[in-house]
């Protein structure tokens, strides 16, 4: 089991950026395939980022590529989610998962999520 907790979340101008963290209590962090996916309102979790065990392998949705950057420090047991050039779409609540398998930008794919954290970009 692994428990997720999220920060880094607040408002910021629209071209400003943010760096969101999520804290991994377990200590087989390194076993796990991470991700972050964000929520708005009567919409479904949409794929942001994900990143494999090693840190090597990292995945990314069209909306953000080239913008945020995904990380992780496997000794410290957290993930990194660096966002660049944000723009009001950003918008949302972001959340930290976790699964024992593959990457995969489907939010039912993963079993363990964190509580998430509001990122709210003004125009």
């Known amino acids: 089991q692994v428990q997720l907790v999220e920060s880094g979340g607040g408002l910021v101008q629209a071209g400003g950026s943010l760096r969101l963290s999520c804290a991994a209590s377990?200590?087989?962090?390194?076993?796990?395939?991470m991700a972050w996916f964000r929520q708005t309102p009567g919409k479904e979790r949409d794929f942001v980022a994900a990143?494999?065990?090693?840190?090597?392998?990292?995945s990314y949705a069209n909306s953000v590529k080239g913008r945020f950057t995904i990380s992780r420090d496997n000794a410290k047991n957290t993930v990194d989610l660096q966002m660049n050039s944000l723009n009001p779409e950003d918008t949302a609540v972001y959340y930290c998962?976790?699964?024992?398998?593959?990457?995969?930008?489907?939010?039912?794919?993963?079993?363990?999520w964190g509580q998430g954290t509001q990122v709210t970009v003004s125009s």
């Open positions: 998962a976790a699964r024992r398998s593959s990457m995969s930008s489907m939010y039912s794919a993963y079993a363990y």
């Open positions: 377990g200590r087989t962090f390194s076993s796990y395939v």
């Open positions: 990143i494999g065990w090693s840190g090597i392998s990292t």
